[in-house]
């Protein structure tokens, strides 16, 4: 089992720029694909970004295409979001999750993740 921590998150300003990160102990954190959801007041947990384990395929969910960017450092087991022109509906609970398979089946689906840090809050003030 891996354990994952989450850290980055906080309050800014519509058009703001914050970077989480996902800190991975315990297992190898390359084997894993890793992934980032997120979770608003109110709502489901939903898919935001995915990427491989060598860190060659990224994928990203409609309305944060162009603004958001996965990435990882395999050597620092860590995982990034890097997150640009925030918008208030980015307001969310952010995160991170290890895939259960390698392999990028169902990536946009939670219940093909196996491991999930605690979150840190993304907060956008209009």
């Known amino acids: 089992q891996v354990q994952l921590i989450e850290s980055g998150g906080g309050l800014v300003q519509a058009g703001g720029s914050l970077r989480l990160s996902c800190t991975a102990s315990?297992?190898?954190?390359?084997?894993?694909?890793m992934g980032w959801f997120r979770q608003a007041p109110g709502k489901e947990r939903e898919f935001v970004a995915v990427i491989s384990w060598t860190g060659d395929f990224t994928r990203y969910e409609d309305s944060v295409k162009g603004r958001f960017t996965i990435s990882r450092d395999n050597a620092k087991n860590t995982l990034y979001l890097q997150i640009n022109s925030l918008k208030p509906e980015d307001t969310a609970v952010y995160y991170c999750a290890t895939k259960t398979s390698k392999n990028l089946v169902s990536y946009t689906a939670i219940s093909a993740y196996g491991s999930w840090g605690q979150g840190t809050q993304v907060t956008v003030s209009s």
């Open positions: 315990g297992r190898t954190f390359s084997d894993y694909v």
